[in-house]
């Protein structure tokens, strides 16, 4: 046995797919071999080490303590491997995608969901330039952005992404067993959270408006706490500081969660203004570019696909 020099690849290839997937066959059908190319392969390992790997139990084979030691190890490094063929790449290959998005889009819709895209993609590099204010596309600062509004901008390429709309909501320890709140008018005593970010402006969707819309008077619907980004009013209901009239798409990840709960089956109010995927009209839209759109498109898709089936 040689302490120096390290076994073929092939084999600890075939140990690290046998030991994740605790089956000789299984590792044959994702290596496109052979069960008995398997067994080789390992049986080459063994004699190298001087270690038995598996061992037979019944009808199975399983790991022994050495097979165990070196397999997570295994998986570990074929990743790096596989980490530095993708370093190596040209950089035709490899690409740095820049999206300009709200920051509370970003946070509380985006983000959560991107790990997606790198799982279908990881090749391509996505940065996600969290903007209060919004960029000069045409200009490079970004490759496409997410845009709320009422869209019509003529000097950007718009696609509808998510239309929105808004609810009260509230942690279920503010609720209680529920007798606090079981109508509308009984909101005025309750500590109200207020969206005062630059998008809630767009539609005018605010407390006032909401207790008028359910005849509702002689409230405190300006009193209570204001926050410049909608993921903040959020994250204030969550912590039981209040009650929120929030954006859906923004506070869906809480409310499926459990974290939030929607108080009126009616309560909610259809908003004018959506979200929309932009691009510059005077910049071609390259591959990569192109594969993040249809990707966001596919998202907003099954969320609101989720929605109807709530």
């Not at 600062?141 to 808004?166: F, H, K, M, N, W």
């Not at 959020?234 to 009650?243: P, Q, S």
């Not at 990840?253 to 009616?266: I, M, Q, T, W, Y």
């Amino acid at each position: 046995m040689s302490t120096d020099r390290l076994p073929p690849l092939n084999a600890l290839r075939a140990f690290e797919v046998a030991a994740r997937l605790q089956s000789f066959s299984k590792a044959a059908e994702e290596l496109a071999v052979t069960p008995g190319a398997i067994s080789q392969q390992i049986r080459l390992l063994e004699d190298h080490i001087g270690q038995a790997l598996f061992e037979r139990q019944g009808r199975v084979m399983v790991l022994t303590e050495a097979g165990l030691a070196g397999a997570e190890l295994a998986s570990e490094a074929f990743a790096r491997l596989s980490d530095t063929v993708r370093a190596m790449r040209s950089p035709t290959q490899r690409r740095s995608l820049t999206v300009s998005v709200a920051p509370s889009f970003a946070g509380k819709w985006l983000a959560p969901r991107l790990f997606r895209f790198q799982e279908l993609y990881p090749d391509i590099e996505v940065w996600i330039s969290a903007d209060r204010e919004r960029v000069d596309l045409s200009g490079g600062a970004a490759d496409l952005g997410i845009r709320y509004g009422p869209g019509g901008d003529a000097s950007l390429s718009e696609q509808r992404l998510l239309t929105e709309e808004v609810l009260p909501v509230c942690s279920p320890q503010l609720l209680g067993d529920g007798s606090a709140v079981r109508t509308p008018a009984d909101l005025v005593r309750q500590t109200l959270l207020h969206d005062a970010s630059p998008e809630s402006d767009v539609d005018g969707a605010d407390w006032a408006s909401w207790f008028r819309a359910r005849g509702v008077r002689g409230g405190r619907a300006e009193g209570g706490v204001r926050f410049n980004q909608s993921a903040l009013v959020i994250d204030a209901a969550v912590a039981g500081r209040g009650v929120a009239l929030a954006k859906r798409a923004l506070a869906q990840n809480d409310l499926a969660a459990g974290r939030l709960v929607a108080l009126f089956a009616d309560g909610t109010v259809p908003l004018r203004s959506a979200y929309h995927i932009v691009t510059a009209r005077n910049r071609p839209l390259d591959l990569h570019a192109q594969r993040f759109i249809d990707w966001l498109v596919a998202e907003a898709h099954d969320h609101e696909h989720s929605l109807d089936e709530l």
